[in-house]
């Protein structure tokens, strides 16, 4: 039984998540960039529920330029669960208390990621705004989500 209360104690601790409090001092690309808190740590941190573009696909600058002007040497809260493959912190990123997720979706700089985005989530929404006006990378006429481009990404 005492096990049993350990693992719980542990789930319950996980499905709760950490928060990350600092200032954004770096951005990879559309839906990652780099906190740093008070006490001088990094966290490599991926915005959760959304896939923006990868390198070499169109819309790639653009969306990096988009969370850079969200974020940049702005205070940043992160709410996390999980690490990926990459080691990244995966979570809810706000900037100066702007959802920098929601953002990036509104201003079509980032997909909704399906595989992990619960129905009903508002992010649909913003997206189906975004891309019935053709805005950001729904100007496009046909634009390739990552997770089908991945595949096909041309060597380098």
Known sequence: MRWLTTILLALSHAALGETI???????VDGDTLTVLDS??????????????????????????????????KK???????????????????????????????????AWVSPSLTQPGSLLYELEAHARVRGIGLWADPSPIPPWDWRPRKPTP
Do not use: H
């Open 21 to 27: 409090s600092g200032t954004v001092v770096g951005v």
């Open 39 to 72: 006490q001088q740590r990094q966290y490599r941190v991926r915005l959760v529920e959304i896939d923006a573009p990868e390198r070499r696909q169109a819309f790639y600058v653009r969306s990096g330029k988009s969370l850079y002007g969200l974020c940049f």
């Open 75 to 109: 205070a940043a809260q992160v709410e996390w669960r999980t690490k990926d493959q990459s080691n990244r912190y995966v979570g809810q990123v706000t900037c100066a208390g702007v959802d920098a997720n929601a953002e990036q979706v509104r201003r079509g700089m």
